[in-house]
């Protein structure tokens, strides 16, 4: 039985790729009662602060409007999960829209706590009715009918990670010395929690630095080439049902020869200096 990546109820999920359709919909949502279209706002911000800042939805929800300093574009969360504070830095696009907002909820609640009051305007938004409208704007996607399990507002953070990471790799970023920078930035408690391969592993009772292995007689065991073929062979024929450029035979060589050709492109697409 293959261990390495054996699916689990926790599994971080990312959207990547599709969050541009997800938002495009949450901008263009039209409320069916008049009376939540002061809402609409809030979706577009709050689910944006997730996917460009990774918070966490209750982080997003409770945050107050003193913790959310939009002169030097920093967010404050307080008493956060293992009740630890950290500062979030946010971008200037991401800030502006923020300022944006804050004067639009300011002119309908002045002096309000919550930097997204809900409906009743002196409590926080609800997480339960935003998780309800998440699920709602994900099912009016083309991609509702093609994942195995329907994301959640995490999938937005766990979104962030997979896409900072990527970034620093088509930068050349040594993404090993980063990641506690990650880490810190999101409220983990270590970089072991970052690592989110790991949780493959969080049902299986055996001690192994092995990243993917399987089981023989209650030992770990390094993956086997040929496991590693099969596997790929198994997904490339049912990807090839979907994509036809798929190729009739799929090694993991074409993995490693492709990442090397996209970097090559990127370092000769990077600007020359004038000293060569």
């Not at 999938?155 to 010395?177: A, C, P, Q, Y």
């Not at 990243?211 to 030992?219: D, G, V, Y």
């Given at each position: 039985?293959?261990?390495?990546l ?43 602060l ?12 409770f945050?107050?409007?003193s913790?959310v ?9 307080l ?17 502006h829209m923020?300022i ?47 994942v ?18 990527n ?14 920078y ?27 630095n ?8 209650n ?9 590693v ?12 049902a ?9 090694h ?5 020869r ?19």
């Amino acid at each position: 039985m293959i261990h390495g990546l054996r699916y689990h109820r926790n599994a971080p999920h990312s959207i990547t790729g599709t969050t541009a359709e997800l938002l495009s919909i949450v901008d263009t949502y039209a409320p069916p009662q008049l009376s939540f279209a002061r809402l609409v706002p809030t979706y577009q911000v709050l689910l944006r602060l997730f996917y460009c800042c990774g918070l966490r939805l209750s982080e997003g929800c409770f945050l107050r409007r003193s913790c959310v300093d939009l002169i030097d574009g920093v967010l404050h969360i307080l008493q956060s999960k293992g009740n630890k504070d950290r500062i979030v830095f946010m971008s200037r696009d991401v800030c502006h829209m923020c300022i944006v907002f804050d004067e639009y909820r300011d002119g309908i609640i002045p002096n309000r706590q919550w930097f997204f009051p809900g409906g009743k305007g002196d409590r926080p938004f609800e997480k339960t009715s935003l998780d309800r409208k998440f699920a709602q704007f994900w099912n009016k996607t083309a991609f509702t009918s093609r994942v195995d399990r329907k994301p959640t507002i995490q999938s937005l953070r766990h979104t962030f990670v997979v896409n900072k990471m990527n970034e620093w790799m088509e930068d050349d970023v040594d993404t090993g010395i980063m990641m506690p920078y990650l880490s810190r930035y999101l409220g983990h408690s270590s970089i072991a929690e970052t690592q989110y391969l790991s949780i493959y592993h969080a049902a299986v009772p055996l001690k192994t630095n092995l990243l993917f292995f399987t089981i023989i007689k209650n030992s770990a065991n390094a993956m086997s080439e040929s496991n590693v073929e099969r596997f790929m062979a198994k997904y490339a024929n049912e990807a090839r049902a979907q994509c036809i450029s798929v190729p009739s035979k799929v090694h993991p060589y074409m993995f490693r020869r492709t990442r090397a050709t996209q970097l090559l492109r990127h370092q000769n697409n990077k600007p020359k200096s004038q000293f060569g």
